[in-house]
């Protein structure tokens, strides 16, 4: 069995993060669904499963159609659907994951 590990550096994170900080504060936080999909991608980029590399091909402007859903339903649902937020991104992600 081949191993799995993860290659990213701590710069390469660093260097990421700021620079999604900067997308999100400029743009008010309507690229936030841009700026998830570059961290998954930069995740994945970076992960080796038994020997194999993930790829992610999810984008922000499918991931904003998906966030302008799920907040129509968290607003009609007075809130409630926030609780089934997390797994609904989950369920986003690894849809749109896969071997390289």
Same mark, same amino acid.
């Given at each position: 069995?081949?191993?799995?590990?993860?290659?990213?550096?701590?710069?390469?994170?660093?260097?990421?993060?700021?620079?999604?900080?900067?997308?999100?504060?400029?743009?008010?936080?309507?690229?936030?669904?841009?700026?998830?999909?570059?961290?998954?991608?930069?995740?994945?980029?970076?992960?080796?499963?038994?020997?194999?590399?993930?790829?992610?091909?999810?984008? #922000?402007? #499918?991931?904003? #159609?998906?966030?302008v859903i799920w907040l129509i339903f968290t607003f009609?649902?007075?809130?409630?659907? #926030?609780f089934w937020l997390s797994i609904a991104m989950k369920e986003w992600s690894v849809?749109?994951?896969?071997?390289?």
């Amino acid at each position: 069995m081949e191993r799995s590990y993860f290659d990213g550096k701590l710069l390469g994170l660093i260097g990421l993060n700021i620079l999604l900080w900067v997308i999100t504060i400029i743009t008010l936080g309507l690229g936030y669904p841009w700026v998830i999909t570059l961290k998954l991608r930069w995740i994945t980029k970076h992960t080796v499963i038994e020997g194999r590399r993930l790829r992610f091909d999810g984008t #922000g402007s #499918g991931l904003f #159609g998906n966030y302008v859903i799920w907040l129509i339903f968290t607003f009609i649902t007075l809130g409630l659907y #926030g609780f089934w937020l997390s797994i609904a991104m989950k369920e986003w992600s690894v849809k749109h994951t896969h071997f390289a």
